[in-house]
């Protein structure tokens, strides 16, 4: 049986999949496309997983939030002057 490893919090593991040939044995018959492809299957899976605790670490990590200044704002001396059906603002 084949062990695909999964990678857990800074250990690996080995499951062996039913059906999965051997890696050795696929090998020693020179079936080199399949186990090429084990391999790159086994890559992504790796890969995945190595995705998957980044982003645990990440979540973990607490990013301390900036206090905005409070920036005195200054309001406007606008009017409203209505001309007929026209509407203007005039600001001073």
């Known amino acids: 049986m084949a062990g ?3 990678a857990g919090a800074m250990q690996a593991h ?3 999949l039913p059906g999965q040939p051997d890696r050795n044995q696929l090998a020693r018959e020179g079936r080199i496309n399949e186990l ?3 391999q790159s299957r086994q890559g992504r899976i ?4 190595e995705q998957q ?3 645990e670490q990440d979540r973990q990590i607490v990013i301390p939030q ?3 200044p409070d ?4 309001k406007s001396n606008c009017q409203i002057e209505l001309f007929g059906n026209i509407y203007r603002r005039v600001c001073r």
């Open 71 to 74: 920036v005195p704002v200054m």
């Open 4 to 6: 695909i490893v999964l």
């Open 53 to 55: 605790r980044q982003r």
């Open 14 to 16: 080995a499951i062996d």
């Open 36 to 38: 090429q492809i084990l």
């Open 66 to 68: 900036v206090q905005r």
């Open 46 to 49: 790796d890969f995945q997983a």
